[in-house]
């Protein structure tokens, strides 16, 4: 072999090789490049979002829509903690690389948010089974004669409803970025709504406080009438009259708090009938009235009574 032919072979050589190594070079940049791609939240942002409608579209007023909001809060983000799991993601919201992920963040700040709205709808399930406990004594405590001339007082839930309220508070919007915001609900109508079922809660316990006043006051007249003390009747069958003078704002009267409750309306169509019950027993202690012209009002007036008893039992209006 000549010189020239050995020349040639070795350049050859060389450009096989530099061929060779510059392909390994350019895999070896691209595996590079894929491996740092970041992680594709698309599904959990997808379920994220799902919620949020799912909330948006819910009336937050209306304590009976707590325990399925629970439920769904509760499996979105067991489903996305998984999903994050999966992809080694740790709650700081780095990436297996140990590198702060923008997507990662953003999907934990919405975890946080539903995490805080979790625990408010849990403080407001609890107030509504206390409520509802409150209800049940309340209307097993009326009486028709005049059986019990002691005022009763009820478990007492300002402190829950205080709590809530605290909790409520707690939603506040706070200034988030356009790719946080996207995975959360309205928050403005998520904390006016909350603010609402307070209230809710609230007219349903001042309702159950101003029945037993109600029904302490028609029992003092009753008893007071069986006396023949007809003036201090009169006064009690008043003050029945003027307790049982409430106004619901006709945007509450179909709450209740629970399946089992009264709503609102029910309350309100019961003190009509207990402002008529008075009215007809007030009647009744007018002068110059025959023993039998007043128990017939009195008789008029514990017929409305069981007309609201029909409420309690059946939740129905009249």
Same mark, same amino acid.
């Given at each position: 072999?000549?010189?020239?032919?050995?020349?040639?072979?070795?350049?050859?050589?060389?450009?096989?090789?530099?061929?060779?190594?510059?392909?390994?070079?350019?895999?070896?940049?691209?595996?590079?490049?894929?491996?740092? @791609?970041?992680? /594709?939240?698309?599904?959990?942002?997808?379920?994220?979002?799902?919620?949020?409608?799912?909330?948006?579209?819910?009336? #937050?007023?209306?304590?009976?829509?707590?325990? &399925?909001?629970?439920?769904?809060?509760?499996?979105?983000?067991?489903?996305?903690?998984?999903?994050?799991? @999966?992809?080694?993601?740790?709650?700081? !919201?780095?990436?297996?690389?140990?590198?702060?992920?923008? +997507?990662? !963040?953003?999907?934990?700040?919405?975890? /946080?948010?539903?995490?805080?709205?979790?625990?408010?709808?849990?403080? !407001?399930?609890?107030?509504?089974?206390?409520?509802?406990?409150? @209800?049940?004594?309340? #209307?097993?405590?009326?009486?028709?004669? +005049?059986?019990?001339?002691?005022?009763?007082? #009820?478990?007492?839930?300002?402190?829950?409803?205080?709590?809530?309220?605290?909790?409520?508070?707690?939603?506040?919007?706070?200034?988030?970025?356009?790719?946080?915001?996207?995975?959360?609900?309205?928050? /403005?109508?998520?904390?006016?709504?909350?603010?609402?079922?307070?209230?809710?809660?609230?007219?349903?316990?001042?309702?159950?406080?101003?029945?037993?006043?109600?029904?302490?006051?028609?029992?003092? !007249?009753?008893?007071?009438?069986?006396?023949?003390?007809?003036?201090?009747?009169?006064?009690?069958?008043?003050?029945?009259?003027?307790?049982?003078?409430?106004?619901?704002?006709?945007? %509450?009267?179909?709450?209740?708090?629970?399946?089992?409750?009264?709503?609102?309306?029910?309350?309100?169509?019961?003190?009509? %009938?207990?402002?008529?019950?008075? +009215?007809?027993?007030?009647?009744?202690?007018? @002068?110059? &009235?025959?023993?039998?012209?007043?128990?017939?009002?009195?008789?008029?007036?514990?017929?409305?009574?069981?007309?609201?008893?029909?409420?309690?039992?059946?939740?129905?209006?009249?």
């Amino acid at each position: 072999m000549s010189g020239d032919e050995d020349t040639d072979e070795i350049l050859l050589s060389r450009r096989n090789l530099f061929r060779l190594l510059g392909g390994t070079i350019v895999l070896g940049t691209l595996v590079s490049t894929i491996d740092e @791609e970041p992680p /594709d939240f698309s599904s959990e942002e997808s379920e994220l979002q799902n919620l949020a409608q799912t909330i948006d579209s819910t009336d #937050l007023r209306d304590p009976q829509k707590n325990s &399925m909001l629970q439920s769904s809060i509760a499996t979105t983000i067991e489903s996305v903690n998984n999903s994050l799991s @999966e992809k080694e993601i740790d709650p700081t !919201g780095k990436t297996p690389s140990s590198t702060p992920s923008v +997507g990662a !963040g953003n999907i934990n700040q919405a975890l /946080d948010y539903y995490q805080e709205l979790q625990q408010t709808l849990d403080e !407001g399930e609890s107030l509504s089974g206390k409520i509802e406990s409150r @209800e049940i004594a309340t #209307l097993n405590g009326e009486y028709f004669n +005049g059986q019990s001339n002691q005022e009763r007082h #009820l478990p007492n839930v300002e402190s829950s409803i205080s709590k809530f309220s605290k909790t409520v508070a707690t939603h506040t919007p706070s200034e988030q970025p356009p790719s946080t915001q996207k995975l959360l609900p309205d928050r /403005d109508r998520v904390s006016s709504r909350l603010s609402r079922q307070r209230t809710v809660y609230k007219k349903h316990a001042d309702m159950q406080e101003l029945f037993l006043k109600v029904i302490f006051s028609l029992n003092s !007249g009753i008893d007071a009438f069986e006396h023949s003390s007809f003036d201090s009747a009169g006064r009690s069958f008043q003050r029945a009259n003027n307790k049982a003078s409430v106004q619901i704002d006709d945007s %509450l009267k179909d709450y209740r708090v629970t399946s089992y409750s009264l709503t609102l309306g029910n309350y309100s169509q019961i003190f009509k %009938l207990y402002r008529q019950a008075a +009215g007809n027993m007030a009647a009744a202690c007018a @002068e110059g &009235m025959s023993r039998e012209e007043r128990n017939q009002k009195i008789d008029l007036g514990i017929k409305k009574q069981f007309k609201a008893r029909d409420i309690f039992a059946d939740g129905v209006s009249f």
